[in-house]
């Protein structure tokens, strides 16, 4: 009987450790920061920056299935929005003018017809790609939403920069994405790893010299 408890003892003492070991596994996690630049090394606001774990997630991020496009001084905001696939995001209207959404993108085309002040259409978008966004009625207005299929992302400040605080340790493949990209400007995707002394991922994006940004309307203009 004695034995039998030494025995009972020693593998809860095991269980324990092996436990503990995983937990503090899951535990591990590292920053990491990048940096997003154009071609004339100035930061880069508005790039999307995506990360693909090559192993399963022991906590996945949030389920995030709804988003927000507003409309709003006669602008969409914001004007780059990153979402999973297969989120929903609404499109509230707090202007007086009504407005009439639309995209032609392949990844989801859609049309929310004339609609006012205070009301609101949603649209769920199951397919990763690039959204264009237009109003039939202000010609100033642009936006973009990037779906992704990555279950990590965010949006570059005004310093050309998205951090990601906890990170759990292992092997990322980033991606960035810019509306202004050139075609075949994008970096090529990084393999990362999470652990490693270096934190700071520095890319650069090749822009044309002309592309679409949205401007408040000029005065009178509506």
């Known amino acids: ?7 009972y003892f020693l593998l809860r ?3 324990l450790a ?3 070991v995983g937990v503090s596994r899951a535990c591990l996690a590292g920053p990491l920061s990048v940096e997003v630049t154009d071609n004339d090394g100035q930061a880069l606001v508005n790039a ?35 979402v999973r696939t297969g989120t929903r995001v609404s499109f509230p209207n707090f202007d007086e003018a009504r407005h009439h959404v639309y995209s032609f993108s392949k990844a989801r085309t859609f049309e929310l017809r004339l609609y006012g002040k205070d009301e609101t259409n949603a649209i769920e978008f ?20 990037y779906v992704t299929d990555a279950p990590i992302y965010g949006t570059t400040d005004e310093h050309g920069r998205a951090d990601f605080p906890t990170l759990e340790n292992g092997s990322y493949q980033l991606t960035v994405w810019h509306p202004g990209i050139r075609k075949n400007g994008a970096p090529e995707p990084v393999t990362l790893t999470i652990g490693d002394t270096n934190a700071v ?10 592309w679409g940004q949205q401007r408040p309307p000029a005065d009178g203009q509506y």
Do not use: W
């Open 1 to 7: 009987m004695i034995k039998l408890k030494k025995y």
């Open 13 to 15: 003492i095991l269980l």
């Open 18 to 20: 092996a436990v503990t």
């Open 48 to 82: 999307v920056v995506s990360l693909s774990p090559a192993f399963p997630l022991s906590q996945p991020p949030e389920d995030m299935n709804r988003a927000e496009m507003r409309q709003e001084n006669t602008l969409f905001a914001p004007f780059v929005l990153p």
């Open 126 to 145: 199951d397919q990763a790609g690039v959204v264009a966004l237009g109003c039939n009625i202000h010609d100033n207005m642009l936006a973009y939403i």
């Open 201 to 210: 991922q520095k890319l650069t994006v090749r822009l044309r010299r002309v």
